[in-house]
């Protein structure tokens, strides 16, 4: 089983819609949290970042995290088509081991 | 800002075949990793590196060999290509706990 599971596979909204992804972690070890962001035929990029309980929110995008449950999530308010790219969470410990985990990805299409 | 630079972009090989990747960083970074993407999927943890010749295992090592003899780079050797290998592989570079940047990759096809 994954170390790092992300929901769903793939999503569908509309423009202008809430897209809202899912991710959780089986180690008990991390507690950094990532989001990457993948468009189509390029690299990823980090979109946002959550090492602490609670919300963090950057224009259109919020992040939530959970460390009891080690669960994070990430909405996207008013969706655009240049939303439309591959997410990938991805969990780290900031003691111990160096790994950098990241999950199977969910595929985020915004229909115009 | 810094750039990963992977050679080459394209790499085709036989079967069986001993192949390597090559990943320069210059954002003086740490840490370093190899990582491998199957079409449409998430990452997958192959090598990665604290260190000038540090090298830890990831969940994917097997058939797979790493070297990092600079801090600046990075390279990851396929010991015997398989047909169901054909992938793009991803090098990156962080400090510790902070952002991953990612070279363009190189797309692996066996033949």
């Known amino acids: 089983q994954q170390k790092v599971q992300q929901s769903p596979e793939s999503l569908i909204v509309p423009e202008g819609g809430m897209a809202s992804l899912n991710c959780t972690s089986s180690d008990r070890n991390v507690d950094y949290f990532w989001w990457y962001r993948q468009h189509s035929g390029k690299s990823p990029k980090m979109l946002m970042s959550i090492f602490s309980n609670g919300e963090k929110e950057e224009g259109r995008f919020t992040v939530h995290l959970n460390k009891a449950s080690l669960h994070t999530s990430l909405h996207i308010r008013d969706s655009q088509p240049s939303d439309s790219a591959l997410y990938l969470c991805a969990a780290s410990a900031s003691s111990g081991s160096w790994q950098l985990i990241f999950g199977s990805g969910t595929q985020l299409t915004v229909m115009p | 800002g810094g750039i990963i630079t992977q050679t080459p972009k394209f790499l085709i090989g036989q079967e069986g075949q001993k192949l390597t990747l090559k990943c320069q960083q210059n954002?003086?970074?740490?840490?370093m990793y190899w990582y491998r993407q199957d079409s449409g999927k998430g990452l997958r943890l192959i090598y990665y590196?604290?260190?000038?010749?540090?090298?830890q295992k990831g969940d994917l090592s097997e058939g797979y060999d790493a070297s990092r003899e600079k801090k600046s780079s990075f390279s990851l050797t396929v010991t015997s290509a398989q047909k169901n290998e054909m992938a793009v592989f991803l090098c990156a570079s962080s400090i510790r706990n902070t952002e991953v940047f990612f070279g363009k990759g190189t797309r692996l096809t066996v033949v």
């Open positions: 954002f003086n970074h740490d840490t």
């Open positions: 590196s604290i260190t000038e010749n540090d090298l």
